[in-house]
């Protein structure tokens, strides 16, 4: 079955960085598109970054330039790369799985368990 298995959050302080990573499984990475989504107490989950099967990524305004997303099919891993980290980045970040190639327009089909990011300031 599909999973998504990710770590790599953590604490840390404003400015600071954390690379997270998604391991999936059950299926054929490279197929489909991926994305990163978080979640802030009191807050709806939003789309942080979310990168196609082709490579193709897209970002929220609120971490252009900041972040970065990528894969390594040879590893079936997703990564998120946050840079220059604030208090408001603080939240419970998921790796998801859309069900095709692209995330345009579309809503994930799994997610995984969640880790927590806490920027102190």
């Known amino acids: 079955q599909v999973q998504l298995v990710e770590s790599g959050g953590g604490l840390v302080q404003a400015g600071g960085s954390l690379t997270h990573s998604c391991a999936a499984s059950?299926?054929?990475?490279?197929?489909?598109?991926m994305g990163w989504y978080r979640q802030a107490p009191g807050k709806e989950r939003e789309l942080v970054a979310a990168?196609?099967?082709?490579?193709?990524?897209y970002y929220a305004n609120s971490v252009k330039g900041r972040f970065t997303i990528s894969r390594d099919n040879a590893k079936n891993t997703l990564y998120l790369q946050m840079n220059s980290l604030k208090p408001e980045d603080t939240a419970v970040y998921y790796c998801?799985?859309?069900?095709?190639?692209?995330?345009?327009?579309?809503?994930?089909?799994?997610w995984g368990q969640g880790t927590q990011v806490t920027v102190s300031s």
């Open positions: 990168i196609s099967s082709g490579g193709r990524t």
């Open positions: 998801a799985r859309y069900a095709s190639g692209s995330y345009y327009g579309k809503i994930p089909d799994y």
């Open positions: 059950g299926f054929t990475f490279s197929s489909y598109a």
